[in-house]
């Protein structure tokens, strides 16, 4: 919320933009004047770590400071906040749930809008030659791999509204089988290739 260079905000713009993101929790220019200070002591907004049993966040610097760390990376998770801060997890927890912030999970997507505009343009060229899917040439692949599936609990992101954040799967990993199926009018291409399917692979085949 500070910036740098020539984007950085004096205190009272921080302390402005801070109260407005988080109306239920205000601050003074003395907590951002402290957590700066810190900051360039230490070189992190973080507490110094401390021995001993998490507590919970009955501190307003302790759960000021467990806001500034999600607001400079939303994708921290709970366990790490509780380490960096000495706090206990269900604190966290509850700094966030009073903040209106929500841990919301990564969404993958797999180009839905493009297949749209395909579709739409395939009912198009339908209607100028209705037998045009008969030479039309249909396939699709399947990778298998040694890596196991993605686990989407690795990964959230924590924000007062939903961001949703996507990610765009890739197919192509170290050790791996790739399956390709093709179809042409009534008939079903099936080849089996190993290695790597590279463009001179695919080109053979169609010419082939």
Request: charged letters at 25%; hydrophobic letters at 35%; aromatic letters at 10%.
């Amino acid at each position: 919320m500070r910036g740098w260079g020539d984007k950085e905000r004096s205190l009272t713009e921080v302390v402005r933009l801070f109260n407005d993101t988080f109306p239920n929790h205000q601050i003074n220019k003395s907590t951002v004047l402290k957590t700066i200070q810190r900051f360039q002591e230490t070189g992190s907004v973080k507490n110094r770590s401390r021995s001993g049993r998490p507590s919970s966040a009955n501190n307003e610097n302790k759960q000021l400071d467990d806001l500034q760390s999600f607001i400079e990376n939303p994708h921290m998770s709970v366990n790490k906040a509780g380490q960096a801060h000495d706090i206990a997890p269900r604190s966290i927890h509850r700094i966030l749930r009073k903040n209106k912030l929500h841990p919301y999970k990564l969404l993958y997507v797999q180009e839905l809008q493009d297949r749209m505009h395909f579709c739409a343009r395939i009912m198009e060229l339908l209607d100028a030659s209705p037998n045009f899917l008969y030479q039309f040439v249909f396939t699709d692949e399947a990778t298998f791999t040694l890596t196991g599936e993605v686990n989407n609990q690795n990964f959230c992101l924590s924000s007062d509204e939903n961001p949703n954040w996507v990610r765009e799967t890739h197919t192509q990993y170290p050790q791996k089988v790739n399956v390709w199926c093709g179809m042409i009018d009534a008939y079903l291409i099936r080849p089996f290739f190993k290695g790597n399917l590279n463009a001179q692979m695919y080109e053979r085949l169609l010419v082939d």
